[in-house]
């Protein structure tokens, strides 16, 4: 067995250098188009795409906002059948594609066999994307995921770069019109309303974190307008990645007028309340009743498309009057509408439940909640 597993994976390498007849990557012809990718790269493309794949995080999920669901011919094992994510949901047949490899990164056999036309990658750099084309023989085009706050231009590029590729430009200048216009709307609605200050805890980085995890780049909380407390922290020891935490006293000490507790990270957060009964009373927010679970923010990534539901919903929160006319599940419709072409709230509000106040003012009060939390890991 052994024998026979070394001459597969030897006549697959013989294959990725001798195949020349099958190879993506060409000089430039008549027919070969040229694009430049987020890492600066120029890469020629075939004259004809019917097959992509994506990999490492965030690159799946971009692809088919930029509506490039019928190109998908692959996807990483973490993206099928057992996945928590807004676009396996609104995509249930993913999970009969074929099977790339791991998350981060595929297996470079896999990746081969599966023959795409072109590879997605994100969160990579020129140097590892070109050893990965020169290795399979594939053009690869580099992504950047960004987000909805202070790198919503790499967001918008990433996008740019896929309706380039794959000739869904149209759909994509529509998904970009119609979040800038979401977001032009956000911002009249709070201009002339009282300045409030919040914090966002118990966010995941690679697994479920108590109220102490943060993001002072919160972009949820950037569109509204709302100071978030957690900007204060010296940038040196800020991570998207390994993740941003505090003391339990500092928030304390920031006391913010609201709390909002990401949904994945609720039962470590509420076992934080729960065990600092008496400093909490310290936090205007507990005791004014002012604590609310909000959406998951990471999981393979930023959850782009729950970034700006969650920031119509936390604006609903502040300034209840100014919002009143807003229905989140309405409003979460519209907007997976225009992501994924399907209206998957009430799929997403059975997995994560609903949004909704925390009160731990009246005993029991959140019960419901618990029963209903399905903890999304990354």
Known sequence: MRTLK???????ILLLF????????????????????FANRKVI???????????????????????????????????????????????????????????????????????????FSSST???????LQAKLNIPVVVLEGGDFGKNYSKFCKSLGIIGNVLGTTNHVDSLIDYLENEKQEIKRRVANEKPY????????????????ATDPYYPSLSMIGVHNVASEIDSSIVSP???????????????PDFIFVDRAGIAKADESFRNKRQVNNLLKAYTDNKIFVIWPYNNYHNNFEVSLLNAWYMAKCIYPKA???????????????????????GKMEELWGEYQQLDYQSPNANKKIWKSVHNPII
């Open 125 to 131: 750099t020129a140097e590892a994307a070109n050893a």
């Open 323 to 345: 919002f009143e006319d807003i229905s989140i599940q309405d409003k979460g419709n519209e907007m997976f509408m225009m992501y994924y072409g399907k209206p998957i709230f």
């Open 18 to 37: 001798s195949c020349n007849n099958s190879a993506k990557v060409q000089q430039a012809d008549s027919d070969a188009r040229e694009i430049i990718d």
């Open 45 to 119: 493309l075939p004259d004809s795409i019917k097959r992509v794949v994506c990999i490492r995080p965030g690159a799946l999920r971009l692809v088919l906002m930029a509506g490039g669901i019928d190109y998908i011919s692959g996807i990483e094992e973490n993206e099928g059948a057992k996945a928590n994510y807004t676009h396996t949901y609104a995509y249930p047949e993913l999970i009969n594609k074929e099977i790339i490899g791991p998350r981060f990164g595929g297996d470079n056999e896999l990746l081969f066999a599966n023959n795409p036309d072109v590879i």
């Open 241 to 255: 990645i390994t993740g941003t935490f505090v003391d339990y006293e500092q928030i304390i000490e920031w006391n």
């Open 6 to 12: 070394i001459i597969h994976f030897l006549l697959v």
């Open 197 to 212: 200050n919040a914090y966002v805890g118990a966010i995941t980085y690679k697994a479920e974190r108590d109220l102490t």
